[in-house]
T-cell receptor, first 114, second 116 residues
């Protein structure tokens, strides 16, 4: 069975601090994809990144970076120099190759205080 | 490029009624997925349609149904509403062609259903 665990229910930091959101996944598939989505208060989920199981290279996009480690089944997300606009709920998700059903973590609510 | 449009945004129903929610995907996208989001269960997959055919279905009772039209617009219907159906219903569209676009979904703002 596939499962995604985001153990951090809520994180609160002061603006400009770095923050890491944890994601641990379970799957028996060898080919799968991992995702991070952001859900601001407006409600719509915004795609941030997709990683396939064969690509363990870390990714950096501006203040965002992702660390994928198959050895620990983790796909963590770091925001550097956080800003108030980063406040949202962040979801990690998993999908098996050839499937169209995302398996979601419970989400981490990130609060950035000014 | 217009995003995913869901209507209505908010609605209130009473137990036993039925409801129909609509989703217009991004132009050119042929896949539409529906998700239910609740505080207790989180995000749960309902079903996915591609070119008018249901391609995937989650573990929801038969009261939840959907369809997709030839223009890729989709509707979902919930019959005999229960209190537990109160949720944010999210629609997502994608090109639907695996594996290149697998999982890269574009979401609407959702339809918030309250069942009294």
């Amino acid at each position: 069975a596939q499962k995604v665990t985001q153990a951090q229910t809520e994180i609160s930091v002061v603006e400009k601090e770095d923050v890491t959101l944890d994601c641990v996944y379970e799957t028996r598939d060898t080919t799968y994809y991992l995702f991070w989505y952001k859900q601001p208060p407006s409600g719509e989920l915004v795609f941030l990144i997709r990683r396939n199981s064969f690509d363990e290279q870390n990714e950096i996009s501006g203040r965002y970076s992702w660390n994928f480690q198959k050895s620990t089944s983790s796909f963590n997300f770091t925001i550097t120099a956080s800003q108030v606009v980063d406040s949202a709920v962040y979801f990690c998700a998993l999908i098996r190759s050839g499937n169209y059903q995302l398996i979601w973590g419970a989400g981490t609510k990130l609060i950035i205080k000014p | 490029k217009a995003g995913v449009t869901q209507t209505p945004r908010y609605l209130i129903k009473t137990r036993g009624q039925q409801v129909t929610l609509s989703c217009s995907p991004i132009s050119g996208h042929r896949s539409v997925s529906w998700y239910q989001q609740t505080p207790g269960q989180g995000l749960q997959f309902l079903f996915e349609y591609f070119s008018e055919t249901q391609r995937n279905k989650g573990n929801f009772p038969g009261r939840f149904s959907g369809r997709q039209f030839s223009n890729s617009r989709s509707e979902m219907n919930v019959s005999t509403l229960e209190l537990g159906d109160s949720a944010l219903y999210l629609c997502a569209s994608s090109t639907g062609t695996a594996p290149a676009n697998t999982g890269e979904l574009f979401f609407g703002e959702g339809s918030r259903l309250t069942v009294l």
